[in-house]
């Protein structure tokens, strides 16, 4: 359980925050300011409502309000086409030609649109004016505003339209909805998680869970369009769930629904009477790198459900990561960034997103083989494995850290690193290494070679300036500042960063000597670069 101002939160063992709780004496003194502050904000909490709107947005508009409130056409044009050539970014869950159809329907006569119409469209609008924000150097102080009045659009349209009834398009749009919420969100926000639930429960009741072939009177065209909607909602369930650590709502055993097959909208309308077959995964198509993604998240499942088996078993699902990671398709395979260049950005940003989501599974499969009570040898390939996944993630967020910078590989494509999904993955990485520094300190039979140590050394302090820039942000992210400044015996701000080539906790003889250091550092760098480090 963790302590919040708010009351108490179960975490699951899988997320960073337990890891962090298991060295005894940061976990006593992050409690006593956790108190003090929950003493301090308890005031302010009582007048302050956060969440989704969903959940709390009063609705007084009326279908003429909404519409009247729909900017003139040729804006809402180029908010409409965003959002299709931002493919990759936004699910991939409305398809462009029948979606264009009803929109020049919805011009000759906007009144006659049905309210969750009307609220997929805000939502399209909202998540097309995000990305544009998202992508744009500007600070237009009229931008947050747009947002917020498109997020509150639809809120209305899917309140006004009694959206628990399940009608067409209601999942299309709360998806937008949800999507839209995560990336406004800066913590993991509890509420967040009620409205996928929400999204589930809607889902099963409408039989997405259920492949089309079952039912005879879907057509081939709706059948494809649910396979696509399905496999989004069983993403962002294992997404949420992990990120906050809790039990995903969605077993592998509940479902049969195919995954979608790799075509581009073209391929297919409401008139095909026989679905195509995929195209090649070697031709890049809307849904290419969610069929990607969808693979690697399925192994959460098992991986989940491993904690009382046979460690034989632990090892067979190892195996069967790494050849997932092998059968990735081709254009996502990860390539060292020397070779990258060439490469669009957004598909170099789809590289690392998989990276990060194998290397997190990796370690929720191994993560209670680092506990003193598994010292044996017999699990050496555990602890050397989620120790390994743990150095990836964090090589990788000094990629991101690097490449996201205005002259950078990444930069066009930066923000899509900002979402507190990825921040709860690079705060794993993090905590599984402070967690076996500590370890190595205070266990006679838990050892780290040079060189691993001298890598973990020069990550460690090469990740703390960053997350001090951030600390002034989320409560999660000043904790492990805290955290890495007990553990490498550091003050705060500058001084601390000054101090960190001399590392004078037990910890610098385990790695390195501080002259060492500063080398290292350039090396490492420049190891990552050219990818003798991530492979």
């Not at 088996?309 to 081709?330: A, C, N």
């Not at 990629?399 to 996201?404: G, M, R």
């Not at 500042?481 to 910890?507: D, I, K």
Request: aromatic content about 8%; charged content about 20%.
């Amino acid at each position: 359980m963790r302590l919040h101002s708010h009351g108490n939160n179960y975490v699951g063992s899988v997320h960073w925050a337990p890891v962090l709780d298991s060295i005894s004496e940061l976990r006593d003194h992050y409690e006593e300011e956790e108190e003090a502050r929950m003493l301090a904000t308890n005031d302010h909490m009582r007048h302050h409502v956060g969440g989704p709107r969903l959940l709390y947005e009063p609705v007084l508009a009326t279908k003429a309000d909404l519409v009247a409130s729909i900017p003139a056409r040729p804006v809402v044009d180029r908010m409409v086409a965003r959002y299709f050539n931002a493919r990759g970014v936004v699910p991939e869950i409305v398809h462009s030609g029948r979606f264009l159809q009803e929109y020049e329907r919805f011009w000759l006569e906007p009144a006659a649109a049905s309210y969750i119409w009307i609220g997929l469209l805000c939502s399209v609008m909202c998540l097309s004016t995000q990305y544009q924000q998202w992508i744009g150097d500007s600070a237009d102080p009229e931008t947050p505003v747009r947002v917020q009045l498109f997020q509150e659009q639809t809120v209305h349209c899917l309140v006004l339209g009694q959206y628990t009834r399940g009608v067409d398009y209601v999942l299309e749009t709360i998806i937008n909805y949800l999507v839209s919420e995560t990336f406004l969100s800066q913590d993991d926000d509890i509420g967040i998680w009620l409205v996928h639930g929400m999204l589930v429960q809607l889902a099963l009741s409408r039989g997405y869970h259920r492949d089309p072939r079952n039912f005879s009177k879907t057509s081939i065209f709706a059948g494809e369009m649910r396979r696509r909607v399905w496999a989004v909602i069983v993403q962002i369930d294992l997404r949420l769930s992990g990120q906050m650590a809790l039990p995903r709502l969605l077993k592998l055993q509940q479902y049969d629904t195919a995954e979608p097959r790799n075509l581009l909208d073209t391929d297919f309308n409401e008139d095909t009477v026989e679905l195509p077959p995929s195209r090649p995964e070697t031709e890049i198509t809307p849904v290419l790198y969610s069929l990607a993604k969808n693979r690697i998240d399925k192994m959460n499942g098992p991986v989940n459900d491993t904690q009382e088996h046979p460690y034989t078993e632990i090892m067979e699902l190892h195996h069967k990561l790494e050849k997932l990671g092998d059968s990735l398709p081709p254009v996502f395979k990860w390539q060292p960034l020397s070779q990258s260049f060439m490469v669009q950005p957004q598909i170099v940003m789809h590289r690392v997103l998989l990276q990060l989501s194998i290397q997190r599974t990796v370690i929720w499969l191994h993560r209670k083989y680092l506990a003193p009570s598994y010292t044996q040898a017999h699990y050496a390939s555990s602890r050397s494995a989620c120790i390994q996944a743990a150095i990836k993630i964090l090589e990788l967020q000094q990629i991101v850290e690097e490449e996201t910078q205005r002259d950078g590989l990444l930069y066009p494509v930066r923000w899509m690193f900002m979402s507190s999904r990825l921040r709860a993955v690079f705060l794993l990485g993090i905590s599984i290494l402070c967690y076996y520094v500590q370890l190595v300190k205070s266990s006679p039979d838990v050892s780290l070679d040079q060189d691993t140590g001298t890598l973990i050394h020069t990550l460690l302090c090469d990740t703390y300036p960053l997350w001090l820039r951030l600390s002034t942000v989320p409560r999660d992210v000043q904790r492990v500042v805290e955290h890495l400044r007990a553990l490498l015996g550091l003050t705060g701000g500058q001084e601390g960063v000054a101090r960190l080539a001399s590392f004078p906790t037990v910890v610098s003889s385990l790695f390195m000597t501080p002259q060492d250091a500063a080398e290292s550092l350039d090396q490492f760098r420049n190891q990552i670069y050219e990818g003798n480090r991530m492979k």
